[in-house]
């Protein structure tokens, strides 16, 4: 498979705010309440503001799915408070070659954030869900003997008593790593 435009596809993205407005239909109670609800921690607003370098985030999502209206409000959330860091949406059902160049095991879960550079090069990428939370679904979903509103019921209790402390540390760590590696590069 060749390798999508990244800039192309940055460049065709929605705004956050667009996004919100705009293209959020299904679940739009859902998606504004959460994003009204999102409170950055001190301690990831101290590591979002030391970011080095330019980062723009990809977010592949759609607004009928459950895991993105908790996370993605999140990550733009984290955009906002570091000067560091930029964010576009693009719609999965819009975007296939995109969403097919980064399947995750075989599949077009989303969200997905891709972490892109100065150049629009793929520098990491973060989603569909915490790793915590994509275990405990895999691991349900292969036993087989829940219905899948049980587990999803789950899930969503799990975001709530988590308040988005793993997504923001694991979106963190992986632009960290990213710039880390940039650094070794240069040096």
């Known amino acids: 498979m060749t390798e999508p435009d990244h800039r192309a596809?940055?460049?065709k993205g929605f705004t956050w705010a667009d996004y919100l407005a705009d293209e959020v239909v299904a679940h739009r109670g859902l998606w504004e309440g959460i994003t009204k609800g999102v409170r950055i921690p001190t301690w990831a607003r101290e590591r979002a503001q030391?970011?080095?370098?330019?980062?723009r985030l990809l977010v592949i999502s759609e607004d009928?799915?459950?895991?993105?209206s908790n996370t993605v409000p999140l990550i733009a959330g984290l955009v906002g408070v570091s000067p560091r860091l930029e964010m576009r949406v693009v719609k999965r059902d819009e975007n296939l070659g995109l969403m097919d160049a980064h399947l995750t095991a075989g599949a077009r879960s989303i969200p997905l954030a891709i972490l892109l550079d100065e150049d629009f090069?793929?520098?990491g990428r973060w989603g569909p869900r915490p790793l915590?939370?994509?275990s405990f679904v895999l691991r349900e979903k292969a036993e087989g003997t829940r219905p899948a509103q049980e587990i999803y019921r789950d899930v969503r209790t799990w975001y709530a008593r988590d308040r988005g402390e793993t997504t923001l540390r694991e979106v963190l760590e992986m632009i960290e790593a990213a710039s880390r590696e940039g650094v070794e590069r240069a040096g």
């Open 9 to 11: 596809y940055w460049e």
């Open 64 to 68: 009928w799915c459950g895991d993105a």
């Open 121 to 123: 090069r793929p520098r």
């Open 132 to 134: 915590e939370l994509q």
């Open 50 to 55: 030391a970011l080095e370098g330019t980062w």
